[in-house]
């Protein structure tokens, strides 16, 4: 639970700071023309920047070998490497939704100034590695997947091959 407070608190404030952020740059572009930093910020990046930032494979990539790290810590009993992916998903969850926060506000600052239709096929991917880390962050993180007593052998396998086909098919 409290990682779903840490997520949304994170959404809105990444939201809400990037809606300031491009209002700042809009006035200082309106109202303070002949400051050199203002033509080097242009409000058409950020468009073209969500796509890129969004449909990385980065994210991907981690997770497939965070799929492969998690059964090689399975079959073996290391409180540190356990500790070490939770941490690991936890943080990645957190860095995935404040691209979504990003993007999120983005898009309300386009729809207020430019009426464009708001629109989450630009952030699919990462709204698909969002839920991907969020389930390695809670019901197959590694201490979840202990409980499972002498079936997390066959687990642990099962992800170590998992981890190589996730990165074909992601």
Known sequence: MDLLKVLAAV??????STLAMLYVIYLMAQYGANLPMVGAVPLTAPPELIPLLAQNQVFATLAAVHVTATGIALALASNTLDTALLITAKAVTVVITSLIG???GHMIYLQ???????????IAPAL???AGYFALST???VPSLRQLGNLRFA???GLVLLGPLLLVWL
Not at 112 to 122: K, V
């Open 102 to 104: 990003f993007a999120g």
């Open 112 to 122: 207020l100034n430019e009426n464009t239709p708001l629109s989450a096929s630009g």
């Open 155 to 157: 687990v642990a396998i």
């Open 139 to 141: 019901a197959l993180s």
């Open 128 to 130: 698909i590695a969002l």
């Open 11 to 16: 959404l809105l404030v990444f939201a809400a």
